[in-house]
């Protein structure tokens, strides 16, 4: 099905440019904060890997031990790079898919503003000892309460701008985009109600802190990745998505499946004894919408293999996408009861999948949107294509080798574990030379990093070149008449459709 636009290219042309101009502050703040607060959580992430090789480095700094180091890394990885970065590229993208400019700008700003006091606090505090010790919610009990109500100021007018859109075709960007914005909270309210208020077994809160771990990886991060994906695929490669039922197929069974996984992380522990085996068999289930997701929205794109040799944001997006392929194999392999289950659960291997799916898989599709996205809203052209290319290829050889050697050393270490017949040192020495590694490879990921963040702050203050295409790393030769990155919305699932 296909539908064609009623209004004069021009025309378009004012609409498309009068809704980036209403998002330019909100989504711009979004990404420069988030940029900031990645290169925060590397380096924290680096001082952390470096107290696991050598406990004695920073011995003498009590807000710098290992527990709280670590916890304000991957608290600044989620909350402050990586929500961020969702909400900029998803109110972003249901603006211009519902073809409505955003009427609460200055409220969703605001609102941004207030996140990031609540996540600086929120750092300060585990540094200081005030941690709540929970995974993935390690902020002070009083951070929650805050952090929702600023979502709320930032998601309700988006689920406004789509529930009045113009009648039409929901598309496949659209689905994951809105799920991904009612998922969020239903997650967060269950696990901060359950956690903090209600209280109760000390191992069914950890239950529950697992179960929120899978949750916002599955069902917030994933689906928000896809729907930027969806949009980018069609949108550059001028082709349609490859396959409507795959898309579906895909949704459909991330819904499904994704809630239920999580417990796995308990198995042995005395809890009902299905809770475990469920968790595991969803987590391996997570392998086949990541497949759908993955082959859907790849053969888009290698329809026009040619435009991978100058589009950064198709090729950031691309290796995103076989990073989600990578996250859903890996996810297969190490939740196997009695098999890798066993080694995988109290090893590195965890923070090794942690890593594939917020720097491997979430966080390369949304540089891609991100080189895409802000050239629109600030009327601007990156500034070198040499930074681009650096943050792509020492991102790339990072996160790879962060992803890869965690996951290995972590299943080496767990038979380190499980082997009782030696100390436990012997299991520590096992994952040693994997720790090195991954200290140097995070050293790498910061320096591309560093790139990236400089040149999106030179970005938000407008100093980049004024032009009329966009930054490419090659000379393209296309025949599209809106350029080889054009500006047509066309992210529907089945033909091109242009709004």
Known sequence: MSSVSSTSPEQDAKLRSAIDLSLRHPVMFFFTSGAVWLAVS???????????????????????????????????????????????VLIWLVARLTRSENRASGIVLAAGHAWNLVIGLGTIAILLGYGSGVPWMEFPTMSWPAMLLAYALIAVWTMIQFRVRAAGEV?????????????????????????FLVGGNPLMSAGVAAWFRSGLTYLFFLPSAAAAAFYLAPKITGRPVHSYSLSLIGFWTLALVAPWAGMQKLSGAPIPFFLPYLGAAAAVLIGVPTAAIAVSTLRT?????????????????????????????????????NSTLPLAQFSITSYGMDILALYGCFSFVMFGAIYFIVPRVTRREWLSKRFIKWHFLFSMYGVITVAVLAVLGGLLHGQGQEDFKFPWENAVARAYPYLIATLIAWCFVLISNLFFCVHLLFMWMRLGRRSSHPTLL???HSDNPHGPEGDIDNAGPGTVVVH
């Open 474 to 476: 090659g000379h393209p």
């Open 42 to 88: 590397l380096v924290l992430g680096i001082i952390a890997v470096a107290k696991m090789v050598s406990p004695e480095f920073l011995d003498g700094c009590a807000f710098l031990t290992q527990g709280r180091v670590f916890a304000a890394h991957i608290s600044t990885l989620i909350y402050g790079w990586g929500c961020q970065a969702a909400f900029g």
């Open 301 to 337: 794109m290698i329809s026009a293999p040619e435009k991978f040799a100058y589009s950064p944001a198709l090729r950031f997006t691309a290796a995103g996408v076989v990073c989600m392929l990578l996250l859903g194999v890996a996810s297969v392999f190490t939740n196997l009861p």
């Open 171 to 195: 598309f496949v960007a659209q689905w994951y985009a809105i799920a991904a914005l009612i998922w969020f909270p239903w997650v967060l309210i269950t696990a901060f109600v359950l956690i």
